[in-house]
C-alpha cells in the first residue's frame, strides 16, 4: 500500500478554498431528469451513456480554473434473492464521474504554467475537493443511482511520460487530492492505480497485489 501522509501534511486541512461558483446550465438535478426519461422496459445491454459535462469556476490568486466532471450512467441488473418484504429497492442505473481540472481557457497546455508552478496549488486542490464532494453528496442521495467510480486522470509532462503516474509531478498532486477526497466522501471508497489513472471504487477490494491500491 502507498502511504502518503507526508503528501497530507504538505496540503493540510487548514486550507480553505477558493469561492466557486456553477458554470453552464448542467447540474445534477438535470442529470436526474435526462435519467428519469429512460425507457425503464428495455433491457440492460451494459452499454455507457454519456451524460452533459458539469463545469464549475474559480478565481485563485494566480489564474481562473475551470473543473470539469463528466458522467456517464448504464442500467443496472438487480437480481433479487430473497428479497425481505419492505427492503429497499436497489438502484436503477449505475454512474462513473471523471474529474478533470485546469486553467481556464488554455487551449495548448504548453502556453502557460503549469498549476503546480503558481504557488497556490493546495488551495486550487482543496477547492476542486470541495466541489467534487458537493456533487458526489447531491448523487448519493438520489437512491435509485448507484456511484460506482470517480476517474481521475493526470496530465503528464512530455518529460514524464515514461514514468509511473504515482512518480510524476501531476501525479503525486493527484495522489494527495484522492486521499484528502476519499475521507469526505459518503461511503467505503478503495482507490486504484491503473495505467494512466486512479480510480476511486465505491466499497472495498481485496487484492493479492496491494502496490495497485491507495488507502483512503
Known sequence: MIKLKDLLNEIGEGVTPFSWRKAGPTSVDSWMGELAMVDKSTSV???WEQLPTLVYE????KATYEVHIAGGWSKRLNISFNKKPGAPKPPSFNLIIVVSFDIKGKENPNDEPEITNF?????VLSTVVDITEKVVKEISEIEW????E???????EDEEED?????SKRGRFYLAYIKKQGNKLPGTWTAEITNDMFVLRNG?????NPDKYIEI
Open 119 to 123: 504557488g497556490e496549488q493546495f488551495k
Open 150 to 156: 470517480i476517474r481521475i486522470v493526470p496530465k503528464l
Open 45 to 47: 445491454t451494459g452499454r
Open 58 to 61: 474559480f478565481t485563485g490568486d
Open 163 to 167: 514514468k509511473p503516474i504515482t512518480q
Open 145 to 148: 443511482i448507484k456511484l460506482e
Open 204 to 208: 472495498k477490494i481485496t487484492s493479492t
